[in-house]
Structure formats: C-alpha cells, structure tokens
C-alpha cells in the first residue's frame, strides 16, 4: 500500500506498489505492441486490468522512462528500474494533489514537493511515503513549519510560524511540542522553557510585553508551583536575561545576549513542537496580561482574576530608589493550576547576587527529575554496561516458558553469569566500555513478578535500555546509594550495599509470596537484581517501580516514619524536588472510610509481613497534588451563615446547617469505572484494583479532572482526599487546633519503601546508646514490633476518621 502521508492524507492505489509484477507477467502474453530503439525496447502495453503502460523496457520488465495510467485516473510519468519506480518522477491523482521529486521502489523516497488537494505544500525529503527529514511545510491557511520530520509528523528542531504572527522555535517530538522551546506572540509576550503537548510545561520564563518577567514551573499551560516574579523595569539578574533565536536554514542565530540559566551559551538551541495542531489557541494558556496581587490572607473576602489591572512598586519612587540602590522589589508566589496561594515580597540585591550567592542557589536548584547521563559523564560507562546486561539478562529468560517458581529459583545460586568483553564474543555484542562480569539474581523470579505486574518485557527493555541515556538523582537519605530514572520515568534503578542484597534474596521467597497473595500491596515493587564487576569493583543494583511517575504534577512529597528525632528538613534547603519528613508535616488527610479502612488493613498486612522479616526503618512516601483552592471564597459564605445558625433556637436544624456548610464544596469528582476511558501511564500500578466509593453506589469509580482527563483510582494512587492544614505546637503531630480555612482538594500518591533495614546488632546497639540521651520512642531503631506499632498510629493520625 503506497499512502501519501501528509497534506490530504491520500491513499495511493496498491497497484502503483505491485505494477511491475503485472507488468512482468503480462508481457510474456501475446498482443503487445513493441519496437527495437538502440537495444531498448518501447512498448505500449494495456493490462488485464485496464491500466496502460506506455515506455521502455529492459527485457521483458519496464527500465528506464515510461508512463503509467491506472484505471481510476491515477498517473505516473518518469524513471523506471528493472519494473520498479525508481528515480525522478511525477505523479498526478484525480484529487488533484501532485508529488513531483524522487521515487525509490515504487515508495516516496528522497527529495521532493508533495502539492496537496486542500492548497498545502510540502517540499523536502521523504522515506517510504512519509516525510522524514528537513522539510518546510505551507498550510493551506498560510501557517508554515520548517524543521525536522519524521515519519510523516514533526520530531526534532523546528520552527512554526502562524498567519496571525505567533512563532515557535524548538523540539518536537511525535507530532506535537515537547521539551525546550521559545513561544513568542505577535502582541510581544514571550514563553522560553519547557513543553509537553503543545502546553508550557516544567521551568521557564514568561516575558510580558511590557517588560516584566516571571521565572516559574508550569503544569499542562497553568502555573503550577513555585516562582518570581520581576516588575516592569525592574533591573534582571545577568541569569534571567533572555536570548530569542531564529533559524535559516540548518543554522542558528542568536538575537540575545544569553539563556535562561546559563551565563554563557554560544550555540544554543530553543524549539518546541506544536506537530498536527493548527489552532495557536492550544497553546496560549496564559494570562491576558499580568497575574494579581493575591494573599492568602484576602482569600475569603477577594479574588483577584489574572486579567486585573497590575500596579508595581517599581513605578513608584520607591520602586526607582530600589532600583539606584542595585535592589528591586521581587514577589515570590506559588500556583496551584494557575491561580495564585501564596505571595511575598522582597527587595533583590544585586551586589550580594555578584558575589556567588545567586549562583550557588542557581546551581543547587534542580532542572527536572534528575541529570541526563551523557558521554563523559562519571556513570556513563556504568550505564552502558548495567543496560547491556539487562538486555542480555531479559532476552535470555524470556523466550523460556512461563512457570511456577520453584525452590531452586531462589537464592544465591540462581544466578545467570556472563563476560562481557568489550570485542564481543560468541553470546555478547561488542561495546564501547571496558569488558566486565554481569550477575543477574533470581531471573525467573523478577521474570514472573514483572509479569505479575503486568510489565511487558520488551517496554522494560525499551525504557531502560533504549537509546535514551538514564537520568541520575540525588540521593534523598543517609544510605549514600545512588538512584537513576529511566528516560520515561517508569523505573528506578538503586545501587545497593552487600547486607542489601542479601537481605533481599534472604526474603524474596516470602516477598514474592506476599505480593502476589495482595494485589493492592504497598510494599515496592522490585523488577530485578543485578550485580556488575568492573575492574574487580561490585556493584549491586535493584531495579523498581517508580512510585511517582504519575499524571499530575507532585507539589509536596513526604519520607513518613512515625519517629520523631531528626525527623525535619533544613527550610533553607527545600525545593520543589525535596522529600520532607515527619515534622514537615502541616497537613491530614480525611478519605472516603471505605477506603481508610481498605488503606489501613492493607498497611497492617504489610507491616506484619515486614514484622516477620525483621524489617525497620521503612518508611510511607507520601505525594501531593494540590487542587487549586477555588472554594475559599465560598466557604468565606458558608462561615457567615454558621454564625447565623448559632442563634437559631431550632437545635435540628443547626446540626444539619453546620454539616453542610462546615466543609467546603469540593472540586473533585468521582465517575463511574470506564476502562476504556481512562488514561493512565504504564508503570507499576496497573495490577491494584480499583476503588469503589459509596457515593457511586459501592461501584468502580475513576476521577474526573477537567483539563488532566480520567485517572483511575487504585489503593495509593489517584486517590483523592481532603487536606486539612493544622497549626504545629512544639514537635510531634497535633490534630486537635485545625485552621478551617485550610482546606484543600489533593490527589494522593503513596507506598512503602526503604524495606531493606534488618534490625540486627548493630542497630540493636544504636537502640541502646541513643536511648541513654533521647526518648526511646522518638528515635527510629526500634525493634520491628514496636516500629510497627509506632509507624500504624503516626498514619492513623495523618489519615483521621
């Protein structure tokens, strides 16, 4: 089937494909009316089938030119090669749409111009019908993209330009804008960061047109999260400056003198994607002009719109005096799905920020979930061979049929070893890292749990040993281990210590039992155990699901112990990536009770089985998405006719007007179950079942989002909840004074992790000696049973009845 694959989306008959077999066939048949020319033969030929050849032949097959008419109007003029259209042509359909350029074995393949039927025009390279490669594209409505293709949508760098003036420079990818990229719009206003979609997503700056500038995150179109906003005029750290780049031809050319973030970049690229999208509106979600002035403080009484006229303190004397004296007035603020929580000013001094100190924050501040490993990073090489050795590992075990584990599939000795030379030999590939010893632990065992999981082996393999470099995170905790991402974020891949491993091994049989005995665990989900010796240096890996690789963005993220004793972050630390602990903690969460009872009899499980394994130190990871706070000026209402119904003499009647009116209306909804509806990423969640909620009538539910889609609401993920924040008094979790005002819709995403920590000697002896200074209770070596026991009540406390 031969299909034009842009402008119309025309489907070319098979027969322009298949015409030389016919071709061929037919003339060994009598009836063709042939004549000899310089050792070539001319002939015209009509078909069985009606359509007409007319052009030379090589023998008894078409070569070199000739003319082809297919019965429905179809025709193709130009170079033939031993009956295959190879070389320079033209082809004309009755549509109207024309492609004139080069042909390879009867497919659109090289160089060439595609007129389509709807006015549009295409002119670059093509492979195998589709466009692939740099071509510029005019739409019938005048819009134009001029960039990379590949496999007939837009992948790479390139630039988008519509009729009314707007213009996009930057990476795509499937069609559609994704990664680093510039927006700038015909009325000034300019995007540079990040994409997902078509939509501002991840960091970057807005410029407004008249000057002012707001550094931030994005989620889906929406600030989302924290950042700074700079007044018109206002004087920009040497950081912030921006940098706008146009492209002729393969070429880039800077038109400012730096880039978000970078001091100095000669050769920078911005693009983005907007692939089939023809509607700018798809991406201009942002403010018409200037986000308000909002405190929280005011949320009850006023709310500010985004289009509301802005007054800056940089038009006032003081604002100009700020600006003489090398300081100006900044506001931080934080977003919660584009509607502004919280704001504070401060004065900006650029004299202290030129001696490093803006620097040093700029560095310490996280770009994304973690650093791409690229050639010449230290753990390059690592990765290399960690990713051959799973490749080999996967591609060994899975041909071999499914099972029942057995006994003999446990332990140390169920090990697949191999040599990796960096030549190759006769079962390994060559590299180019240096040869090491690869040790893959229990393959049948990680080989049924990733089925278990429903994790397809060769998407494990894509996501971890695609061509994708693995990305390196910090490590959040004291272990010193070192953690990677996979590109899509579905796994996490942890290096371990010696007693770690063996701790695994050790209660893998049980483990594999539990997990597979509850479906709705919360324990991790661990995929593979692996070993690398380079240069007689081990070390040991454990491959995981990734708890948070969710569709929608984490705002707060938590490391919940029960103990108290060291239990909170330095505040001059946090960022939008750091995991707070026990301390940190100014929220509880009130859930539907069918599922707190689900939550709690599933932990209690948990814990028991990490109880009989000798198991502390574990911990509940907790992430939260907030919804943006839209009900507090209702609920500034609701307070005015509580006062109201204090003075009712009817008592009935003011128990039923105080429940009503003592929660704020909520923003979440809960649907009826449609797997077919919802859209859920991979990852290590699929096998949990869904919730029922009474309010559905004890059915399957999945939650509604506008703008995010349908989520499906399992045990620990997607669940939505009532977040109440609580006044802290001295250490520890107080429930008893809460602020009502407060309250916010979250989505909660959460586990069980950190299962590796027998409680041996050594952590007996830390009991001991920690317990002459501290309250034996607050400190987190304690023996299993007692962890368990601590850790159920400190939840039991964050998720009240």
Partial sequence: MLVCGLAADEEISSSFVLVHMNIGLESKKAGASMSYEH????????????????????????????????????????????????????????????????????????????FGVDGSTYRGLWR??????????????????????????????????????NTYSGNWKAGKMRGKGVMKWANGDLFDGNWLDGLENGSGYYKYADGSIYVGIWSRGLKDGHGTFFPAGSRLPYQHRYSEYIVYGNKVQSLGPTSLFSKRRKKVIRWSMIGYLRNPKRISHRPSFLDGVWNIGDACESSLSENTPYALCSSTDEGRHGLQNDSVLVYDREYMQGVLITESMRYYDFRRSQKSKWHLKMKKQPRGPGETIYKGHRSYYLMLNLQLGIRYTVGKITPVPMRE??????????????????????????????????????PMVFRNLREMFKI???????????????????????????????????????????????????????????????????????????????????????????????????????????????????????????????????????????????????????????????????????????????????YSESQSLLKRSANSQDDISDVQLCDEVRTPPKGLRLVAHEPSSVSSLPGSHMRGSTLRASAAGNKEVDLLLPGTGRLRVQLGVNMPAQARWKLLHGEGLDTTELDPAGVYDVVLYFGIIDVLQEYNMNKKIEHVCKSLKLDPVSISAVDPKMYKKRFIRFLEKVFPE
């Fill in 128 to 165: 195998m019908n589709k466009q692939h490669g740099k071509g510029i594209k005019l739409y019938s409505n005048l819009d134009e993209y001029d960039g990379l293709w590949r496999e007939g949508l837009q992948e790479g760098i390139g630039t988008y330009r519509w009729s009314n003036g």
């Fill in 405 to 442: 584990v057995r006994s003999s599939d446990f332990g140390t000795r169920a090990r697949i070893r191999m040599y990796f030379p960096s030549k190759g030999s006769q079962f390994t590939p060559p590299h180019s890292s240096i040869g090491f010893f690869w040790k893959d632990y229990c």
């Fill in 456 to 634: 397809d082996a060769a998407d494990y393999m894509m996501s971890i040993c695609g061509g994708d470099g693995l990305k390196e995170l910090s490590s959040p905790g004291k272990s010193g281990s070192i953690f990677y991402l996979s590109q899509d974020e579905r796994f996490v891949i942890k290096t371990l210590r010696k007693y770690e491993l063996k701790i695994l091994l050790k209660m893998l049989p049980n483990y594999y039992d539990h997990v597979g005995a509850y479906d709705n665990t919360l324990i991790t989900k661990f995929f593979g155990l692996h070993r690398l010796t380079i240069k007689g240096k081990k070390v040991r890996f454990v491959v995981m699901g990734n708890m948070f690789r969710t569709e929608l963005r984490i705002h707060r993220r938590y490391d919940l112990k029960g103990s108290s004793h060291g239990r909170s972050t330095n505040k001059h630390n946090i960022n939008e990536n750091t995991t707070l602990k026990d301390l940190d903690l100014t929220y509880v969460f009130h859930l539907e009770k069918s599922w707190r009872e689900s939550l709690f009899r599933q932990i209690s499980l948990d814990c028991e089985f990490l109880e009989s394994q000798s198991i502390i130190d574990y911990s509940m990871l907790l992430g939260l998405h907030f919804r943006a706070p839209e009900h507090l000026k209702a």
């Fill in 39 to 114: 050792g070539e033969i001319h002939c015209k030929k009509v078909l069985s089938n009606g359509d007409v050849y007319v052009g030379d032949f090589g023998g008894l097959l078409p070569h070199g030119m000739g003319r082809y008419t297919w019965t429905d109007g179809t025709i193709y003029h130009g170079q033939w090669e031993e009956s295959k259209i190879t070389g320079r042509g033209k082809i004309f359909w009755p549509s109207g749409a024309t492609y004139e350029g080069e042909f390879c074995g009867g497919f659109l393949h090289g160089a060439g111009t595609l």
